[in-house]
């Protein structure tokens, strides 16, 4: 453990942490007092980026390039992250990939990677750092997406992983009751570089805002907000749910001004 | 984090129980609060009495919620207060437990008309006052029994399954203007359930059913009422949030 740390300030781990949701995150429990580890997979910029922006609220970053597909490197991450941070109090499973579109092309390694990826890797995750969770009395969070509610017959891997998860927080949640809480956030379409090229493409990001009650694109703090409440002490009776967090999406099969 | 900073917000139900938890949190929040109540004025006075000594403002509004004029004139009144809601929070529930081939046209009538109707005509008078509110939004109550069955209270079940569907319909119809969410509660100690939980064998059952091993606490239920009222909260509508302990997952 890191001596230099002051004792007692809370921690959080979050994978796949550099950008969008897992950087707002970051930034958000970095603000509110948290100290803050995570993975990246690819650019050290983003990820020193996000660092530095950690340090600048005054909290600690520790932060490691890994696959979050492998448990061992999952594993070590965890391992390392609370070595030098001394505590886990929330872990935020966030790291994932979409994959090629449409549902006949899934070739057997691109279903594997998707799975890989956002689905065992939240497992491996969420594991290593049971025993220090069950420390803090902490709480586990699992991104998943309203993919996982909603038939997505263009990115059907990417849709059952994500339902996955869901099924993953409730079955965890059971089994590490009463000490840790674990719940699902299910996001709807939140502008980060995963969507990019659908944002960024005028058409499709108007039609995609005629499926939003709410009539905007999701920001990536909207999503982080709802991790740090699930992580607060304000939600100590809330575990095995899903936290759909989507302007409204998920409501109905067309939307819209219906009227 | 989830600041309510200088809003107004009415809590139906708030003199005891979830209500008062909530309207508390509120406040602590920074919330002013509208509480309102049947018949329990001293109870009701002394939230606001509380409400008060955290620095905000209340005020009490009573009104029997089966009486849909009654509540149109609390809602006017409670708007009237500050020109405006920001919130309001349907909280004023009762629960009737015969047996079902006991159950007659009272229990019915006087559960569906409190929880179901009185929720629906509570935010139905609320939306113009909310249209001139900051970031409006509602939040209605319901249970883990909206959702899951247990024996016994059939028609409050029933109730609470529509007030769900109630919540994701005006979330729909509201928006983009007004979020409309839902709480759904486990087991939790009030008065409306005293007889269940003072009964030392029901208190044991449910502890040992609920994943975290306990009893729900009205301030365990107030938190995410504060968060879904929040800024924050602003891309979430139409959510039901189960905060139960993980009763369902066994």
């Known amino acids: 453990m890191n001596p230099e740390r002051a004792v007692g300030s809370k921690v959080v781990l979050i994978t796949g942490g550099s950008r969008g949701i897992g950087r707002a995150t970051a930034l958000l429990f970095a603000r509110e007092g948290y100290d803050v580890a995570f993975s990246f997979h690819r650019g050290t910029d983003p990820a020193r980026a996000t660092a530095h922006a950690i340090e600048a609220c005054g909290r600690h970053a520790f932060y490691r390039p890994i696959d979050a597909a492998r448990a061992d490197e999952t594993a070590a991450f965890v391992t390392d992250a609370r070595d030098e941070l001394g505590r886990i109090d929330a872990v935020v499973a966030n790291a994932g990939i979409t994959g090629s579109l449409g549902w006949e092309g899934v070739s057997p390694e691109e279903w594997r990677s998707i799975f890989a990826t956002n689905l065992e890797g939240q497992y491996f995750a969420v594991r290593a750092a049971v025993p220090d969770l069950k420390r803090t009395r902490g709480a586990a969070i699992l991104v998943a997406s309203i993919a996982g509610l909603t038939a997505q017959p263009e990115e059907v891997a990417y849709a059952a992983a994500k339902a996955g998860t869901i099924s993953l927080a409730r079955s965890l949640a059971l089994a590490l009751a009463p000490e840790v809480r674990v719940n699902a956030i299910a996001p709807g379409w939140v502008r980060t570089d995963m969507t990019a090229g659908l944002y960024d493409e005028p058409q499709a990001r108007a039609a995609i805002v005629r499926g939003i009650p709410r009539g905007r694109w999701g920001e990536p703090e909207d999503v982080a907000a709802a991790a740090l409440f699930l992580a607060s002490d304000g939600a100590r009776f809330v575990t095995g749910e899903t936290l759909v967090v989507d302007g409204g999406n998920s409501l109905s099969w067309r939307i819209g001004r219906q009227r | ?250």
């Open chain 2, 1 to 250: 984090m989830f600041d309510l900073g200088d809003s107004v917000i009415l809590v139906t139900g708030a003199s005891r129980g979830i209500g008062r938890a909530i309207a508390l949190e509120l406040a602590r929040g920074g919330a002013d609060v509208a509480v309102h109540y049947h018949t329990a004025t001293a109870a009701a006075e002394s939230v606001a009495a509380e409400i008060r000594t955290l620095g905000r403002e209340a005020r009490t509004f009573s009104a029997d919620v089966v009486d849909r004029e009654r509540v149109q004139e609390m809602v006017r009144a409670a708007g009237e207060w500050k020109g405006r809601l920001d919130g309001l929070v349907t909280s004023a529930g009762i629960y009737r437990g015969p047996p079902f081939e006991e159950v007659g046209l009272e229990e019915w009538d006087e559960t569906l008309r409190t929880n179901l109707a009185g929720t629906f005509w509570a935010i139905q008078a609320a939306v113009p006052w909310l249209r001139r509110g900051r970031h409006p939004s509602v939040v209605t109550i319901s249970s883990v029994l909206g959702s899951h069955a247990a024996i016994g209270g059939a028609p409050y079940q029933t109730s609470k399954a529509a007030v769900e569907q109630m919540t994701r319909a005006l979330a729909l119809e509201l928006a983009p203007d007004i979020r409309v969410n839902s709480v759904a509660p486990g087991f939790v100690r009030t008065d409306i359930n005293r007889a269940a939980h003072e009964d030392p064998e029901f208190h044991r059952t449910v502890a040992r059913a609920t994943a975290l091993g306990r009893w729900g606490e009205p301030e365990d239920i107030a938190p995410a009422v504060r968060y879904l009222l929040s800024r924050e909260a602003d891309w979430v509508t139409g959510l039901v949030l189960g905060i139960d302990g993980g009763i369902p997952l066994r």
